[in-house]
């Protein structure tokens, strides 16, 4: 069936460097695509959002980039720091008029200081 | 601003016995949503009320799930009878619209221990 998946479970970076998670999606039909970040313990928190007419969108730190060629979506997170280091989900929405979010599996995001 | 509350936060509890949780959303939020978090993986959505109505339900294992909002704010989910397989975070979730493209907020979710 259709799925939203990431291709990396484990990222870890150094303080002060640029990650970017990676997630790829199946469903041609998605036009909405959300990225969360959830720390240990906590329920998911909103990142960044981006609609399929966009391929770029930029918020404080962060980027996602969408490629609807390649069904490719990525977040790109400027100057790493520690506090970032969480599990990274990337949800999409909207496919067939559907507003069912739909998560990966997640990428774990280490921060080394 | 309050964020949405959950409880009880841990819950351990033997399988065929019956468990539920409460939600209380962000005020105002007309809607709410209840995930199930199997450990290691994304949240998958189990029902979706706009105000005390059901949008969505369709992944709802409804011979021993169910799920109200009476009165349009706060929620229940209830299991019973619990399997080992139930094991997991329930996290609530509300926004302010039902299209879905609102954000989302999470509440820390409810841990569920069957044994």
């Known amino acids: 069936g259709e799925s939203v998946g990431l291709h990396l479970p484990t990222l870890s970076v150094q303080e002060g460097d640029n990650s970017i998670i990676n997630c790829a999606y199946s469903?041609?039909?998605?036009?909405?695509f959300i990225w969360y970040k959830q720390e240990s313990g906590k329920g998911p928190q909103f990142i960044i959002d981006?609609?399929?007419?966009?391929d770029k969108r930029q918020g404080q730190r962060v980027t996602v980039l969408l490629n609807k060629t390649v069904k490719h979506l990525s977040l790109q997170i400027a100057a790493t720091q520690p506090g970032d280091s969480a599990v990274y989900f990337c949800?999409?929405?909207?496919?067939?008029?559907?507003?069912?979010?739909?998560f990966g599996r997640g990428t774990s995001l280490i921060v080394h200081p | 601003e309050a964020g949405v509350a959950q409880s009880p936060r841990y819950k351990i509890i033997e399988k065929r016995q019956s468990v539920a949780f409460w939600c209380n959303p962000i005020?105002?939020?007309?809607?709410l949503y209840w995930y199930q978090q199997i450990l290691g993986q994304g949240p998958k959505l189990l029902i979706q009320?706009?105000?005390?109505?059901?949008?969505?339900d369709s992944q709802l294992p409804k011979d021993r799930f169910s799920a109200e909002r009476l009165k349009g704010v706060d929620s229940t989910l209830k299991i019973q009878p619990a399997k080992l397989e139930d094991s997991a975070v329930y996290l609530c979730?509300?926004?302010?619209?039902?299209?879905?493209?609102?954000?989302?907020?999470f509440g820390p979710g409810t841990r569920l221990t069957v044994l």
């Open positions: 981006i609609r399929s007419n966009m």
């Open positions: 469903n041609s039909a998605s036009d909405y």
């Open positions: 009320f706009q105000n005390n109505g059901v949008v969505d």
């Open positions: 005020s105002g939020h007309a809607t």
């Open positions: 949800a999409e929405q909207g496919s067939g008029g559907s507003y069912i979010p739909t």
């Open positions: 979730a509300s926004s302010s619209s039902s299209w879905g493209t609102n954000e989302q907020f």
